[in-house]
């Protein structure tokens, strides 16, 4: 280790140059970092007001660190790390900067490429890690004003940051431990392609992206990656269809309507639904940054998915067997004299014309030979035919099933089915 680090001439100095465009970020020593280090050996606190004004400037993107655009990142990397070397400390250094303006100057930077805000994220995660503690319900109330006035007044990449900054702010307002809540703003960050497309959605302008219309939003949401979160921006679409896709706008390049267009993309989406596995690592993130949507979406219904779909279809197979089997059993309790035939045919009436017939031509399957099926069997389908479609409840055992209309029922427990097991009939 050098005896000796001059703060000013190898510390200050190459950032003043490179920020003034004198040198450029080849010509940046390499080390920069080290020389810092050992410098806070025995000047800690000189260090850090030393290069206080320039941590500031980074914060609030300072026009001169993208004076290359944003293709200059050297140097970010090493203010970034020595802002996170000032410890504990360092969110205290910019708690009292204005983090609305920084984001709009971090937005007016990264616009012309719309470049992702890699160094705005990485920042203020750092920050919040090391006790930095804004005023979060100000700053929730002051967000929340511009988002409300973005559909009018937004621009694509400003509205992007004040997102940012308003998950962060909805993750900071709860109750989470700070471990808990750095892990939900890692997620954020890096699934913040896909969030920021519902956030699109919900405030009703596109953040983030260059897209003229939401129909092309959603045609871009239907990309593989999206797949397995697609059932949280179904809902979020289709909830908000009416504002963000009005009928009477037109594509002005195809002159389609954008409706139609949405409406075909939205089929897509079920269609993915249905095909692909939901995954649920968002699902606590969503339920602090959208909670709306979340509410919403367990209490309504959204497509199924195909393991859903499966796993209904071998439920009502399970279901439709079990009962089978004890109408074919119940064919032999009327042989054995044990019930009537009229209890059986109760059995059958029990249940909605089409699903009576379906388990009368299985049961016909099955017994084609049992001559006591066969003498009753005509004047069951007779009953089936014939039955009136008034509202009944039927109450037997574990088993309860309520008619409503025809062709609808509804099975409040799956027990037994019901089949009387007395001469009289008694229900």
């Not at 939901?278 to 309504?300: A, C, M, R, W, Y």
Request: charged share 30%.
């Amino acid at each position: 280790m050098p005896e000796y680090i001059n703060i000013q001439e190898e510390i200050i100095k190459p950032l003043d140059l490179y920020l003034a465009g004198a040198i450029s970020e080849k010509k940046f020593p390499y080390d920069w970092r080290s020389n810092i280090s050992d410098a806070r050996v025995k000047h800690f606190n000189e260090v850090r007001e030393a290069l206080m004004p320039y941590y500031h400037r980074f914060f609030m993107a300072d026009k001169d660190f993208f004076r290359n655009g944003n293709s200059d990142v050297n140097v970010k990397y090493n203010l970034l790390d020595a802002i996170e070397r000032e410890g504990n400390y360092a969110g205290r250094l910019f708690v009292d900067l204005d983090i609305i303006k920084a984001a709009e100057n971090w937005a007016e930077r990264l616009a012309p490429d719309n470049h992702f805000p890699l160094f705005f994220f990485l920042l203020l995660k750092s920050l919040l890690k090391r006790n930095y503690k804004p005023d979060w319900e100000k700053l929730y109330n002051d967000l929340r004003e511009k988002l409300i006035k973005s559909r009018s007044y937004g621009h694509f990449k400003t509205n992007e940051l004040y997102c940012i900054l308003m998950g962060i702010t909805l993750i900071e307002r709860s109750d989470l431990t700070r471990g808990k809540k750095d892990e939900l703003i890692e997620l954020m960050h890096s699934h913040w392609q896909f969030i920021k497309y519902m956030y699109s959605v919900l405030i009703h302008y596109i953040v983030g992206l260059r897209l003229e219309n939401f129909a092309a939003l959603a045609n871009t949401v239907c990309n593989k990656s999206y797949f397995p979160y697609m059932h949280w921006f179904y809902k979020a679409f289709k909830e908000n269809l009416d504002k963000n896709c009005p009928e009477d706008v037109f594509d002005p390049h195809s002159g389609k309507s954008i409706r139609e267009q949405a409406l075909v993309h939205m089929k897509k989406m079920e269609e993915i639904i249905k095909s692909t596995k939901p995954s649920t690592e968002l699902d606590e993130l969503f339920g602090i940054i959208f909670p709306k949507v979340i509410e919403d979406l367990n209490k309504q219904k959204r497509p199924k998915t195909y393991e859903e779909l499966e796993k209904a279809v071998d439920d009502l197979t399970n279901r439709y067997n079990m009962v089978l089997e004890q109408l074919t059993n119940a064919v032999k309790d009327v042989e054995s004299d044990k019930i009537s035939t009229e209890d059986l045919t109760a059995a059958f009436l029990r249940f909605p014309t089409d699903l009576a017939l379906g388990l009368f031509g299985s049961v016909s399957t099955l017994l084609a030979h049992n001559q006591t099926w066969l003498k009753c069997a005509s004047h069951i389908r007779e009953q089936i035919l014939a039955k009136h479609e008034k509202p009944i409840i039927h109450v037997q055992g574990d088993y309860v099933v309520e008619k409503k209309v025809e062709n609808e029922v509804k099975y409040v427990s799956a027990g037994a089915t019901g089949i009387c097991t007395n001469k009289t009939g008694n229900e």
